[in-house]
């Protein structure tokens, strides 16, 4: 048995060299279209006036959860400013939202297809399984040969590791819609692909948004290995504080990680139970309006 061995690593290099090799004008297509979409949004939260991106943020907090959380978010990311990170922190956040829209972008046609077909759900699930077991590190080998360093082989590994908690969740909500509700579409004449958006999406909605919850949980926890792939924001900070032992960087990147996940998490929540938000201001406005209507209807009646 000691010359028993499974070329398997010589294999793995044989397919990224070909695919290098002979896909070369998709993955630099992919790499500047990618690191076009990340720079942008970089660009468009560091050149905006800080007060600003720190008031919509607070606005979106008001909005979808409280005032509370307003005052919070607005005292959270003075802290980032205060700290000397917020520039590393947009740019993390500009890695993270690109990296969830396209992650999201996949994984719900994906779920729904695994929702629609048993075979696929089956042949769908190893494959999901071996994404998120995989140590997020391996994917950074690979990715830094396609697309050298920055922003794009640290996005791509984040996209990877953070995809399936979006399909799964996306697959247990279409299936977790009551029969019954479906059967009585179809008796109404309704086509399968309206009973998937009037019914199926609607209802599944609240499992859907907890998927992407954990897409953006997920993409944020990849941001010190993104930084490993030379990708600029807090992850890189983490890092070169981890190489040089610098407790005071890495307190204060690590405390700024946590604030936007603090953020993202409870604002991508909300979104997930909108009218269970009494506080919020469209829940505030929703009440009101609602209000308005029935003294509208009191006197005709």
């Known amino acids: 048995m000691d010359g028993f061995r499974i070329p398997l690593g010589e294999w793995a290099e044989v397919a990224v060299a070909a695919i290098r090799d002979n896909l070369s004008w998709l993955l630099r297509g992919i790499s500047e279209a ?6 942008s949004l970089a660009d468009l939260l560091l050149n905006a006036p800080i007060v ?17 959380f307003a005052l919070g978010t607005a005292i959270s990311f003075a802290v ?9 922190a947009m740019q993390t956040l500009a890695l993270v939202l690109i990296a969830t829209v396209i992650a999201v972008v996949v994984a719900v046609p994906l779920g729904i297809l695994a929702a629609r077909s048993d075979r696929f759900s089956a042949i769908l699930k190893p494959v999901l399984d071996l994404m998120q077991a995989m140590p997020g590190f391996v994917y950074l080998i690979p990715a ?35 029969a019954e509700t479906v ?13 998937l958006r009037g019914v199926q999406l609607p209802l599944a909605m609240p499992t859907i948004m907890t998927g992407v919850n954990q897409v953006i949980m997920l993409a944020l926890s990849m941001a010190v290995i993104a ?27 690590g405390l700024s990680v946590v604030i936007l996940a603090i953020y993202l998490d ?7 139970d909108l009218r269970g938000q009494r506080s ?21 009646a």
């Open 183 to 195: 059967e009585a579409g179809h008796a109404f004449g309704a086509t399968p692909g309206q009973i």
């Open 52 to 68: 600003l991106v720190i008031i919509v943020a607070a606005l979106l907090g008001w909005a979808l959860r409280s005032w509370k």
């Open 227 to 253: 930084g490993i792939a030379g990708a600029p924001g807090l992850g890189k900070e983490i890092v070169q504080a981890m190489s040089t032992v610098n407790i005071g960087t890495g307190v204060e990147a």
């Open 266 to 272: 409870r604002l991508t929540s909300a979104l997930g």
């Open 280 to 300: 919020s201001l469209l829940g505030l406005v929703g009440r009101r309006r609602a209000a308005a209507t029935r003294r509208a209807l009191v006197p005709a």
């Open 80 to 88: 980032i400013l205060g700290v000397g990170q917020w520039v590393t």
């Open 34 to 39: 990618v690191g076009w979409l990340v720079g």
């Open 144 to 178: 830094i040969v396609f697309f050298s360093i920055g922003f794009v082989p640290g996005l791509v590994a984040t996209v990877i590791f953070a995809l399936p908690p979006g399909v799964r969740l996306t697959e247990l909500g279409i299936r977790g819609v009551d």
